[in-house]
């Protein structure tokens, strides 16, 4: 049984190690970011949309 997980380690490493193709740091910034900038529109869209259904529940139910 620990050959099996020790056989399974090193064919993890040497799948990371050599057949695995990691990005550029440019291509790595780049996606960076995508993400950052679809996040903060998100985040916007969100605020937008609670900030709106916030005035028109105080209008239905008013305080």
């Given amino acids: 049984m620990f050959k099996k997980f020790l056989d399974y380690c090193k064919n993890c490493y040497d799948e990371l190690a050599h ?16 993400v950052l900038s679809a996040s903060l529109i998100i985040a ?15 209008f239905i139910y008013p305080s």
């Fill in 19 to 34: 057949k695995t193709t990691w990005p550029t740091r440019a291509e790595l910034t780049h996606s960076a970011m995508i």
């Fill in 44 to 58: 916007v869209v969100v605020f937008v949309f609670d900030f709106i259904s916030q005035h028109v529940m105080n």
